[in-house]
């Protein structure tokens, strides 16, 4: 039986993401009484660092994709072999400058990290630089690899790994913590899980979907072609880290690890988030490229981006909502007291951020159109802005501080300018799209109104009526969005499935 790679693959997502969750949920709070507070700090802090290192892909991941659907398109097999063999060479090379400018990065700690980091902290940092330098560097060359899978949409296969790497992971972490060898130990078996995830995907390739390489002929007008497209991609990138990253740093400049630690848990959950409106979009990044290159139709481009945006808030305003009321007593119940701190700083974060992620099949049709150059300057001044900000903030204020910083840049970049862009330039119809996201507004109303209620009323410190009451704010939120809020389409994406199993059953 043929399987839709499309409605499987979104399916798969968010079993997975689902799958990922709950072995977080319940390896985390274990993970981090393991390393205690001020290893986890460091941990988070070193990783930051690091992190910039990814930039140094510029964005060729999303270049592979866009002319490999052309050559596919026009059914070249050679031009798609030398496309594969010039990735590979790129990204090889890219691997080892990573590795170079790691090891530079190692030999400074003292200086990267300063006077607040003790003397075995600094110690530990030099090592665990260079083992997540190492594990970034064999990275890259998978990226041709996994752009591979995307592009021909194996998206079954694609989430069926990360099911089985996300289930895997504490299960050979865990052991190794309770020996005592910590965050080093901790990184040298996720290297080493990576590595092995990896060759599956190599192998998947090379077998199943018969990926051929020529490493003769190297397209160099091709190159410059591709660079010209990634350079405004490798900008976003820079953003992305700097929007995302800085904070620890800053953080660990002034405050140390602790202050990192209480910031990287609030960072972790916005990474969650992120994920999940990510997750609905990836899948439809192929069907954009293909929308543009056939008939670039604006209309049907505008009633994408809308029902993808619809789907995506109605998700992500159940989980901040949630967290609003729920945040606090859970994030002190999971992670323990003395990460109280990361609730109002998570809040920050994950709250503007709802804007970009609920238009985030913008940049696709932005990028498929080839028009994401101003949202890269855009974004580049702005996350320069959100650096001048942040530091005098991080520095009076600590986390909180680092944490407004980056909400105001994100309002600004993406609640104002990025709208006007979208609507005026791109051609999307942006007053058709908030129109549609405003009309869930009387559907929010009795969910906010109860969440407040049990608030008032409620002590959900207790884990009896943190979980009562939020399954009956769960139950509340979809009852008043089936009746309120959602139109026909969306009401079958659920109704269809259940009535389907209950068809199966009552046969």
């Not at 003397?119 to 260079?130: C, H, T």
């Not at 300018?417 to 869930?440: E, P, R, T």
Request: proline letters at 2%; hydrophobic letters at 50%; glycine letters at 8%.
């Amino acid at each position: 039986m043929k399987v839709n790679q499309l409605k499987a693959g979104a399916a798969l997502s968010y079993i997975s993401m689902g799958l990922g969750y709950l072995v977080s949920i319940i390896y985390t709070p274990i993970m981090l009484r393991l390393l205690g507070q001020s290893e986890y700090g460091l941990y988070n802090l070193v990783a930051s660092v690091v992190a910039y290192l990814g930039v140094l892909n510029f964005g060729f991941g999303s270049a592979y994709m866009r002319y490999y659907s052309r050559y596919k398109a026009q059914e070249e097999r050679e031009k798609i072999a030398t496309l594969n063999g010039m990735f590979l060479i790129i990204f090889s090379v890219i691997g080892f400058v990573a590795v170079i400018a790691g090891t530079i990065l190692a030999l400074n700690t003292e200086l990267i990290f300063g006077s607040e980091l003790t003397s075995f902290e600094l110690s530990r940092a030099k090592i665990l630089m260079m083992i997540l330098v190492i594990n970034l560097a064999i990275s890259f060359p998978n990226i041709v690899f996994t752009s591979h899978i995307t592009a021909n949409e194996k998206f079954v296969f694609q989430k069926i790994v990360q099911m089985i790497k996300a289930v895997i992971n504490p299960f050979v972490i865990l052991p190794v913590l309770i020996m005592g060898y910590g965050s080093v130990g901790m990184v040298v078996v996720t290297t080493i899980l990576n590595i092995f995830i990896e060759i599956i995907n190599l192998t998947y390739c090379i077998r199943k979907l018969k990926m051929r390489f020529s490493f003769r002929n190297f397209d160099f007008k091709l190159m410059r072609e591709m660079t010209v497209f990634s350079s405004f991609i490798f900008i976003n990138l820079l953003i992305d880290q700097i929007n995302w990253n800085v904070d620890k740093f800053i953080l660990g400049r002034f405050h140390g690890t602790v202050t990192v630690a209480v910031y990287g848990l609030a960072a972790q959950l916005n990474t969650y988030y992120l994920s999940i409106a990510s997750t609905i979009s990836s899948v439809f990044i192929p069907r954009v490229h293909r929308l543009v290159a056939s008939s670039d139709d604006n209309d049907d481009l505008t009633k994408l981006f809308t029902r993808i945006g619809r789907v995506q808030f109605i998700i992500l305003s159940l989980i901040s909502t949630g967290l609003v009321f729920f945040g606090r007593p859970f994030i002190n119940m999971w992670a323990g007291n003395n990460y109280d701190g990361s609730y109002t700083i998570v809040l920050l974060l994950i709250i503007p951020v709802t804007i970009p992620l609920i238009q985030n099949i913008g940049i696709e049709i932005q990028r498929a159109k080839n028009m994401h150059q101003f949202r890269s300057w855009v974004y580049f001044f702005i996350a320069l802005a959100n650096l001048g900000i942040t530091i005098p903030l991080a520095k009076m204020y600590g986390g909180v501080g680092a944490a407004i910083g980056t909400a105001a840049s994100l309002i600004i970049g993406n609640g104002l300018i990025m709208n006007w862009y979208n609507h005026v330039k791109v051609g999307l119809d942006m007053k058709y799209f908030w129109k549609q996201i405003l009309s869930f507004i009387p559907a929010l109303i009795a969910p906010i109104m109860s969440g407040i209620l049990i608030n008032k009323i409620f002590n959900l410190y207790s884990l009896f009526y943190f979980l009562g009451f939020g399954i009956i704010y769960v139950v509340i939120f979809f009852i008043s969005m089936w009746f309120f809020g959602m139109n026909q389409y969306e009401k079958d994406l659920i109704g269809k499935p259940i009535k389907r199993v209950v068809i199966r059953i009552c046969k």
